[in-house]
DNA sequence: AGTTTGCATGAAAACGTTTACGTTGCCGCC
DNA sequence: GGCGGCAACGTAAACGTTTTCATGCAAACT
């Protein structure tokens, strides 16, 4: 028993094809009750339209595909559960490809997904405008996610970084922690190099006197327990430190844990994202609020409109606001 | 410039499609001299074989899909993490779906993967045996996670969740906490069942004297907060807590923190899934370890061999071990 | 009444592959 | 020299849709 097609729809309706393809879309140019007589024999017949040969002459695939790094940690599982629902709602179906850890890799993935997405929602540190150019044809749509790309051909949407830093470093100093210490992201990453900077500015503001002190890290919660436990051996110690994500920042308060620094009499610590787990961390995180599923139904939500109204291209570049929230972690709630 | 056919290659390297088409899947039936022609005229017009053409008279996506629950939390994006990474190593492409809040729902995602996909990876209350009679092809490859479901025409791949229960309990009991608590996940939920019953079981065995306190969850943080409030106002207050998965076990840790008891010496804490951030929250929680992305590349591979040979559907029913890993929340370590 | 308009319907082309089948040319064998 | 076999290659059918165009027919106009 082979799936049914559109040729036994027509014929168990005693129609044509044609008539049987109308009633399934639309409905329109066929009337009422023969549309009624088709969809009853398409569901005698379990009719399925084969997506292959649907996507073969109509040039769409109705699916949108997601480069991603990496999927670790809880942010991409926010964001991809974000991009999920938004493409659910839109009947939109997700394609996703990540972890390719060259640039080769990820050109590659773009490749194998090309005549399969209708479009592309791109998170990646090694995609540049060159990389756009080389790999994707200039008429298929792309929002980028959290990229330096400036390239006028292509949304990009992101984060406030650098306001969410400075607004979080400016907060701690002005609890009264001015030895401010950053735990950086990997250099090659976008956000972490604007988290960067807002540290930098907020310090040249409120603490100018203040030595800065940056600690590398890769975003991984390893990274900010290796950082924290340099951080409890250093004299004099930073009265504060600011990850530049939650899962670092997570790290660095096991870390104290471990060295028995208390958090925040000793030290405040504060992260950046405010991932699910961050508000039930031991003390709770101070953190820069990023709403993350947000951010990828935005991003879906702007992709899909691309794929409506291609000419609508204005090449849009959104940025994302955020907001510090305050927990117990930098000691400013605690009496 | 419209993207390149197999036409055009035919024409420029001066050779028939046919031709084409054989030298570019293996190459055999055909010189290496033209071959090559052939691969070259293919690089110089950026020809890229059109998807939906091939799956159209191939009859295969090279797809998988992935039906999951709501994306939440860190159990899941370690599990698309470890499916993903298979997939890719396998050269399939990976089609998630997930936040299918009824059955109703669940039935209309399966549908609408119905030909976009060679075969289903599915992980869902939902989904019973009689579900899959009703919605799936008989002949489409799939395999079941974390399921219930005997139907010998489908492969399933569980967790031994009743053996890591259990040994948790015995662990907690013969560490000297008698009394245990245990936060339940939702009572649709195979796992959580099987937890509970492994709870049940080791208590039975192992502290037969103690009445079973049990508190419902949903796997969700919030829940096994509360479940922590109503813990530190019992009387007598459990010795031990064992959350049926981690975090929960988290939001109980931020619970008792917040009501002053302490981790481990006024309470035990335990979890289940030993997912990334267990090792990391304060204090460090014991937990049963299931490798999670494991668990994702098995189901993956399990799949693709089921793709590869479609009449090995031994139906396998594989379990995965998972083995207790003890941190400070229980107290064993501490001195 | 004749002509036009509009609408439901059907026939057939087109989308870009793969593959069954046929043709050609070459080689080796009797 | 004829013949069979084999490998390389081309022709064309097939996959299941959508869509353009033509056709017929009824209603609405002149």
Do not use: W
């Not at 493409?87 to 399969?116: C, I, K, P, T, Y």
């Not at 599923?293 to 291209?313: F, K, N, V």
């Amino acid at each position: 028993m082979a799936a049914a097609t559109i040729k036994d729809v027509a014929r168990e309706a005693k129609v044509s094809v044609a008539s049987v393809s109308r009633a399934m879309n639309g409905g329109s140019g066929v009337t009422a009750e023969t549309s009624l007589r088709i969809h009853q024999a398409a569901e005698r017949l379990q009719y399925i339209p084969h997506a292959a040969a649907r996507m073969l002459i109509t040039r769409r695939t109705r699916t949108i595909g997601a480069l991603l790094p990496d999927l670790y940690g809880e942010f991409f599982s926010e964001l991809i559960r974000g991009i999920d629902l938004a493409a659910r709602a839109r009947g939109l179906h997700l394609l996703v490809s990540s972890s390719h850890d060259g640039v080769e890799e990820a050109a590659a993935a773009v490749r194998s997904m090309q005549g399969r997405v209708d479009g592309l929602l791109i998170l990646s540190e090694r995609v540049d405008a060159a990389f756009l150019r080389a790999n994707l044809p200039r008429d298929l749509p792309v929002v980028l996610l959290n990229s330096p790309v400036k390239d006028s051909s292509h949304a990009v949407l992101n984060v406030d970084n650098h306001a969410g830093a400075f607004a979080m470093v400016k907060h701690l100093i002005q609890s009264g922690h001015k030895r401010v210490a950053f735990i950086s992201g990997p250099a090659s990453n976008f956000d972490s190099r604007q988290r960067l900077e807002g540290y930098r500015a907020a310090m040249a503001q409120y603490a100018p006197d203040m030595p800065l002190t940056v600690l590398g890290g890769d975003f991984i919660e390893e990274s900010g327990y290796q950082a924290g436990l340099q951080l409890a051996a250093m004299k004099p110690r930073p009265a504060a430190v600011f990850a530049a994500n939650d899962m670092m920042a997570v790290g660095c308060l096991a870390a104290f844990k471990e060295t028995g620094l208390r958090v925040p009499q000793d030290i405040a610590v504060a992260g950046f994202d405010d991932i699910p787990i961050a508000r039930y961390v031991n003390p709770p995180l101070t953190t820069v609020r990023v709403r993350i599923a947000d951010l990828g139904r935005s991003a879906l939500d702007q992709l899909a409109d691309l794929l409506e109204s291609p000419e609508h291209s204005s090449a849009s570049a959104q940025t994302l606001g955020c907001e510090i929230v305050v927990r117990d972690s930098c000691g400013a709630s605690v009496t």
